[in-house]
């Protein structure tokens, strides 16, 4: 039961005589208790909130960025009508701040045994399952003096899926492959090393793919086409450990690091090697492998709606013994993970020649944007500091990448936005060396 605003005007409007001319409890009874009266009926004739029966229907997942749209039935199987005020409940990263009182505050009119829907949209902010909280709605009788009021609990979820940004530079990336793969007019001489075709000799070939057999059978020169290599496995491990929580521009580490694993993931499938997934930072955060093509990518964005960095240290040796169970033969793996001195010397480097004897390693980082900016300052004693602190730091994190280089592993640095591009980037340049 709630008094609205209404009941408590039109009391304050009839206490303001009797306080003026009559001051007495006898005329604040006189005043009040046809107010009261009226209130109790408007009580009784509201209709009943227990009663009410709600189902949800809409959408389950949604990318992050974009909007869901989930649906909220009333039926009111009572003999009053139904006029209320209903508020949906969802966590607060549901909607962009400032929009909830508008997105999840609804108006409903129904009749007696008749039903009606509403939809709330929710624009989440984060990765991850929201799960709608309480449905609280409050019914007003027909005076609009007292209302009936309750909450009923009406289950539902919307994973909110990672928006996968980079897809843009796949029709790009996928170009390049088929130029690898010999599927265009540009024909790429000399790559991969699996046999594809004959064909005739046309004058800038390499001379050592002349097949000589082929062409004393007939009258042209006959040379031999290669093509990248296929059905090579890919696993795509992602470092959850503390590094990962670390803030470039408005998103963690780890985010950059999804996007990036997307993209190749897309890029891999289309060239027919075989991708898993690999979350890890004391324990197996997420694992996916052995899918088939068709669900590599919608497995790994419903893997990676979940995952949120730990603050913990990644146990690298733990990593290195997971990553070599979960690979047991010969894999380009992919380690997204951070290029600072510290977690590289004291853990990664100590297990790296484990995973370097069976396995092509990349380990991809993201690098903050604002380093560079930094190091370009000047002008003032501030800016002259900053820069000389992001040079220090840059000439770290490129010795960092040194001393894996000399491992025989391929580093990929980059900012955010650049880092997906240019992990495909060096994963085509593997294809095409024929490393994989």
């Known amino acids: 039961m709630a008094l609205t605003g209404r009941a408590a005007l039109l009391a304050a409007l009839g206490s303001v005589p009797v306080g ?66 209903l508020r949906d409940a969802w966590p607060p990263s549901s909607w962009t701040p400032g929009t909830e009182t508008a997105a999840s505050r609804h108006r409903i009119d129904a009749p007696p045994g008749e039903r009606r829907r509403v939809t709330t949209r929710l624009t989440p902010t984060r990765r991850g399952d929201r799960e709608a909280e309480r449905i609280t709605i409050r019914s007003y009788g027909p005076l609009g003096l007292l209302t009936r009021q309750g909450s009923h609990k009406v289950p539902w979820t919307v994973r909110v899926l990672p928006p996968f940004h980079s897809r843009k530079h796949l029709p790009s990336r996928l170009a390049r492959l088929r130029e690898l793969d010999g599927r265009t007019s540009l024909l790429t001489r000399g790559e991969g090393t699996e046999f594809d075709s004959l064909r005739e000799y046309v004058p800038g070939d390499d001379t050592r793919s002349i097949d000589w057999r082929a062409t004393a059978r007939q009258s042209a020169v006959a040379v031999r086409t290669w093509r990248p290599e296929r059905d090579r496995r890919i696993l795509l491990v992602l470092d959850t450990g503390r590094t ?97 001195a510290a977690p590289v010397e004291e853990g990664l480097l100590p297990v790296l020649p484990r995973l370097t004897k069976g396995h092509t390693v990349i380990v991809a980082a993201v690098a903050d944007p604002r380093i560079q900016k930094m190091s370009t300052a000047r002008g003032t004693v501030d800016g002259i500091y900053d820069a000389a602190s992001a040079a220090q730091a840059q000439a770290e994190r490129r010795r960092t990448a040194e001393k894996l280089t000399r491992h025989g592993v391929t580093v990929v640095d980059a900012a955010p936005d650049e880092l997906a591009p240019a992990l495909a980037d060096a994963y085509l340049a593997l294809k095409a060396a024929g490393r994989l």
């Open 244 to 340: 990962s929580a670390g803030r470039v521009g408005d998103a963690p580490r780890l985010d950059a690091a999804m996007d990036a694993a997307l993209l190749l993931a897309a890029l891999a499938t289309r060239a027919g090697d075989r991708v898993d997934l690999l979350a890890y930072d004391r324990r197996v955060r997420a694992l996916v492998q052995g899918k088939a093509a068709g669900d590599i990518l919608p497995s790994f964005v419903n893997a990676m709606a979940t995952l949120e960095p730990e603050l913990v240290e990644t146990d690298a040796r733990g990593l290195a013994s997971t990553t070599l169970t979960t690979a047991p033969r010969r894999s380009l793996v992919v380690l997204l993970t951070s290029l600072d």
């Open 20 to 85: 003026l001319l009559a001051p007495s409890w006898t005329g604040m009874i006189a005043v009040n208790s046809p107010l009261a009266l009226a209130m109790m009926c408007d009580y009784a004739l509201a209709a009943p909130v227990r009663s009410l029966r709600f189902t949800r229907s809409g959408d389950t997942s949604v990318r992050l960025g974009d909007a869901a749209d989930v649906t909220l039935t009333i039926e009111n199987p009572s003999r009053r009508p139904l006029r209320a005020q």
